[in-house]
């Protein structure tokens, strides 16, 4: 059967549902500016987004790879919440979320590491009760961990800033995006440095290659999760990609929220093309 799009349907899935789960990827920020890794937008200067995700990468050109990740923080630090964001905040306080699909858990899981969501959710917590600041289980897990934390190539520490710039050399590089920028060589005394030792740094993200944070409780939350809302994600990386099949198999429900068709979409209970900005806030709507 081809997946449904009536949101009705879906609706009564929703208020039988009783651990939720959304796994997120980058089109859930799209709105808010931050570019994709795959499809139009998935190019910086000439290079392919993800061929500078790698240690292989920062390892052979650290000066280069920090340019990028100081423009997406750059990026990530002027780009506004969408409704998708607000949308999934919400819905992570019970006192929202009972209302449309009650006794209910729900964890969001995002491969994004711009910040968006949590940034989305301390601003529902603002006005939340109590019983919303308990929790039984995460109310976001960011798998690939979070552009703003730098890490040390050498102690391992960890700080978390938004200062921007990060350090005087990357200043301004933001701006050179064309395909024919000539990259400017950053000497490596002058990339940002460990506020501990002083060593190189590097951004504290998940690259290719590397574990994916939080895997056993993300592994124990996917394994009794009874509908999986895949938002913005191409379904292209694992161990993200494989959640929504698990969920199927052990008899759960699948929602997809995509701009357009995504790898594994046609297995899916429902399928809503469009922004997720706009049909997330829809299917979620109190
Ligand atoms: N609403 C819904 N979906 C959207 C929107 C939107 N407004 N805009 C784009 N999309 C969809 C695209 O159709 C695509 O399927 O978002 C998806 C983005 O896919 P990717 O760029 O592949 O991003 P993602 O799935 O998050 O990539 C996974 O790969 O490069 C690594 O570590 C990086 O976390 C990233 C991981």
Redesign the pocket.
Known sequence: MPPSNNVDEFRNVLKTSKHIIAVA???LS??SGIP????AG?LWRRYD??SL?TPRAFNSRPSLVWQFYHYRRESANKAHLNQAHHSLASFSLPSIRHQIAPDSTFTLIT??VDGLSALALEKALESASDADTNVDQPKILEM?GRIFDVKCTECDHVEFTRASPICPALEGTENLIENNTMDPEIALDELPCCSKCGALARPGVVWFEEMPKYLDVINQIVDRADLCLVV??????YP?AGYAEEVAEHGGKVAV????R?SGDDEADFLFLG???ETIATALSV
């Not at 994709?36 to 499809?39: D, K, M, N, S």
């Not at 913005?232 to 990386?237: A, F, I, L, P």
């Open positions: 990827g980058a089109g799209a709105a994709t890794f795959r499809g998935g987004a993800m995700a491969q994004n690939h913005g994600t191409s379904s292209t990386v993200a929220f995509n701009l357009d995504s922004p997720c900005e």
